[in-house]
């Protein structure tokens, strides 16, 4: 089984790219399951039904978020009948919405975490203790396990891929939209990135059009974001292999694709 993890997608520009080479990577690569962040799909900020849907159609399979989960209100009305659109799953009690699902894919069953940091991000419960719970609730319903952990820094990240080597197919971070260069398999058999990187508009700042941050960065004022609708895109992902007989991951390949 080859499966697919798809950096945090940007707005219109980012929806138009991931079903672009969704598509394409889905046939070139052999890609079985795909998973994509898509906490910033509607407008650089939050998803909508539209925004979702196009994902769906565009050939994701579980739709994870993070902290930009709540900022189009109308998420509200959709996201508890989602089976599989979850949201971190450390934020309190009561929250809508779930922490993890279980996808079925011929014979196996996948299940999808989604957890955020705390460093440097709104104060949740602790990542570490709630993926621990996680693991104990999800033990004998799934064959194979993905964490897309949403968090800020490298250190972070790097803590929860060593804390779950050996315990998880994968964890994979987002929410800083730079892929970054250690993907690898930890020493116990978990594939791990830092961050998938992100899906849009590659001439701009994480997203947004490069004059507003820089105005922001040089005059220390406040700014109203816009996604950078020109110019090229960038697609980034990665594609993790997993046994058929052993449900062990086998490896993981960086796909970082630049117009």
């Given at each position: 089984m080859?499966?697919?993890?798809?950096?945090?997608?940007?707005?219109?520009?980012?929806?138009?790219?991931?079903?672009?080479?969704?598509?394409?990577?889905?046939?070139?690569?052999?890609?079985?399951?795909?998973?994509?962040?898509?906490?910033?799909?509607?407008?650089?900020?939050?998803?909508?039904?539209?925004?979702?849907?196009?994902?769906?159609?565009?050939?994701?399979?579980i739709v994870t978020t993070g902290n930009h989960v709540w900022d189009k209100k109308d998420v509200l009305e959709f996201i508890d009948s989602e089976?599989?659109?979850?949201?971190?799953?450390?934020?309190?009690?009561?929250?809508?919405?779930?922490?993890?699902?279980?996808?079925p894919f011929k014979a196996k069953t996948i299940g999808v975490m989604n957890l955020s940091g705390r460093s440097f991000m709104p104060a949740l419960d602790c990542p570490f203790q709630k993926v621990d719970e996680l693991l104990k609730e999800m033990s004998g319903q799934c064959d194979i396990i993905f964490l897309d952990f949403h968090a800020e820094t490298t250190?972070?990240?790097?803590?929860?891929?060593?804390?779950?080597?050996?315990?998880?197919?994968?964890v994979v971070g987002t929410h800083t939209?730079?892929?970054?260069?250690?993907?690898?398999?930890?020493?116990?058999?978990?594939?791990?990135?830092?961050?998938?990187?992100?899906?849009?508009?590659?001439?701009?700042?994480?997203?947004v059009k490069t004059d507003k941050i820089i105005y922001k960065f040089t005059t220390g004022l406040p700014v109203r974001f816009e996604v950078e609708d020109q110019g090229p895109q960038v697609f980034s992902a990665v594609i993790v292999e997993i046994d058929d007989k052993t449900n062990k991951t086998m490896g993981i390949e960086p796909i970082l694709i630049t117009e």
């Open positions: 080859r499966v697919m993890l798809v950096g945090d997608v940007i707005g219109r520009p980012g929806r138009r790219a991931f079903r672009e080479y969704v598509q394409k990577l889905r046939k070139e690569k052999s890609v079985d399951v795909v998973i994509v962040n898509g906490e910033n799909s509607a407008s650089g900020k939050g998803l909508t039904r539209t925004s979702l849907d196009e994902l769906y159609s565009g050939g994701a399979d089976p599989f659109l979850i949201r971190p799953a450390n934020y309190p009690e009561g929250a809508p919405g779930k922490g993890y699902c279980l996808y250190s972070e990240k790097m803590a929860m891929g060593w804390y779950l080597d050996g315990k998880v197919n994968g939209h730079i892929q970054t260069a250690d993907a690898r398999i930890l020493p116990q058999g978990t594939a791990y990135i830092t961050d998938l990187g992100m899906v849009g508009p590659w001439n701009s700042v994480l997203g």
